[in-house]
């Protein structure tokens, strides 16, 4: 299994999870172009692409799915039926038809993936994440979160590689002048993880088995790199896991390809 970022933030969310030759796309929030300029640039081609899997129907999660169903309109794109139907109503050239629908909880097959959607707390009709099994390693993908809970810590202490969002720095958000109902939004239980708030989910339960830990979705206003970094190495500090790979994705490029 290989994972890669090819965008991760506000202005547009893509990943990539490789096994056996094939590709499977974790969202959508970028241009169709830029999608495939940066698959080539890590080492992937679109012919690759098995599927898609919608996590939510933000902008920055879907933007890019109309063209790509337009160019490959034979490769499925997954989501639950809540997500179909508030994609259509989000961005007008997404249409419900485009899906193929999971339930939350029930796994199904593509390819060498097997894919199990899970509930997640964000301010949108049903979002998910996903546990994403195949060579024998299993990938954990949850971004847009406003609560570390049980539930999502106990799909990521399966993991052997994970994304996890690490949006703000708490003290940074509160003064970047941004309207307090925003601020109020983004820190409730249904808005983004804080640093302290992703490093407090791993300090808890990162397994046995991680060995490569994405930090996603960073606000390019209210955080920086290097402290969404140290929050969660000294978590992992705390625990004896120093051996873990850590990483900060970026927005206007692609990650490191991890082969697990």
Known sequence: MKVVSLASGSKGNAYLVESEGQTLLVDCGISCRTLVE???RTGFELASLAGVVVTHNHHDHI??????????????????LMTAEA???TNHQVKEDF???FENGQEFDLGPFCIHPFSIPHDVPDPVGFVVRADGKTYFHATDLGLPLKSVGMKFREADVATLESNHDVMLLKSSGRHISLIQRIMGNRGHLSNYQAAELVEEFAGKKLKK?????LSQDCNEPHLALKET???L???GRTDVDVEALEQFAPGRVYDA
């Open 38 to 40: 940066r698959m080539c």
């Open 63 to 80: 933007d890019g799915l109309p063209v790509l169903h337009r160019k490959l309109p034979d490769v499925p794109i997954f989501a639950n």
């Open 87 to 89: 994609c259509e109503a």
């Open 99 to 101: 899906f193929t629908l």
């Open 213 to 217: 830990l994405f930090l996603a979705h």
């Open 233 to 235: 190495c000294e978590a």
């Open 237 to 239: 500090k705390r625990i």
